[in-house]
């Protein structure tokens, strides 16, 4: 599903801040990397979604190769990508941020859409909260809110950078239970970028440990 060689990428040429990373994400699998703040696990993220220079190396989507493409091209190509801390647009209210991620579409297929991801996400059943504003949703609403506006744009490979990042362990354990049954229904692959070893581990298939700028298997 996705393939990752030799890659060394970061700002700076000279000195990257991955080297030689190599990875591979089977069909129907869910691939968890932890590490250290600063050990390069979000700029890994980053740079498959094309936000993040590279300096060399392949990665491959399927049989197409995906590295240097822009991040508009790599998302039509089916690669979902959740930000840290669960972005959204806090002067907009819940619907009309669902609607954002729905640019471009009808409004049957925008609301098909949001029905069909309805059932997923506390936040999105109950008509108040979908009338508020995302800035006073709380930590998980909001995360909530994110991962539903990825989803909308109906991604066949899914990178979550940090996803429980500022949650509670309820809050992450209610988020991570949405992603096994997202995954189960539609996703061909996830990638979780995690510190919180626990809540990783109750749902990939492999964790793999960044150290040095450098992935290492779990033993």
């Known amino acids: 599903?996705?393939?990752?060689?030799?890659?060394?990428?970061?700002?700076?040429?000279?000195?990257?801040?991955?080297?030689?990373?190599?990875?591979?994400?089977?069909?129907?699998?869910?691939?968890?990397?932890?590490?250290?703040?600063?050990?390069?696990?979000?700029?890994?993220?980053?740079?498959?979604?094309?936000?993040?220079?590279?300096?060399?190396?392949?990665?491959?989507?399927?049989?197409?190769?995906?590295?240097?493409?822009?991040?508009?091209?790599?998302?039509?190509?089916?690669?979902?990508?959740?930000?840290?801390?669960?972005?959204?647009?806090?002067?907009?209210?819940?619907?009309?941020?669902?609607?954002?991620?729905?640019?471009?579409?009808?409004?049957?297929?925008?609301?098909?859409?949001?029905?069909?991801?309805r059932d997923w996400f506390e936040v999105l059943q109950k008509p108040g909260r979908l009338k508020m504003k995302a800035t006073y949703l709380s930590g998980g609403e909001k995360h909530q809110l994110a991962l539903a506006m990825v989803l909308l744009q109906k991604p066949k490979f899914l990178i979550l950078d940090e996803p429980s990042a500022g949650l509670s362990s309820a809050n992450s354990r209610l988020l991570f239970q949405t992603l096994f049954k997202i995954k189960e229904s539609r996703l061909r692959g996830i990638l979780i970028i995690e510190q919180n070893i626990s809540i990783a581990a109750s749902l990939c298939n492999n964790l793999l440990f960044m150290h040095e700028s450098k992935l290492n298997f779990n033993d």
């Open 1 to 117: 599903m996705l393939t990752i060689n030799n890659l060394y990428a970061g700002y700076s040429k000279d000195n990257p801040v991955l080297k030689g990373i190599d990875l591979t994400v089977s069909d129907g699998e869910v691939v968890g990397i932890l590490g250290r703040n600063g050990s390069g696990k979000s700029t890994l993220a980053k740079v498959i979604c094309g936000i993040v220079p590279f300096v060399s190396g392949e990665i491959w989507l399927d049989d197409e190769q995906i590295l240097g493409k822009q991040t508009y091209e790599i998302a039509r190509k089916g690669v979902g990508f959740f930000l840290q801390g669960g972005r959204v647009f806090g002067n907009l209210t819940v619907t009309e941020n669902l609607h954002f991620a729905c640019s471009g579409l009808k409004n049957d297929e925008k609301n098909k859409r949001i029905n069909e991801i």
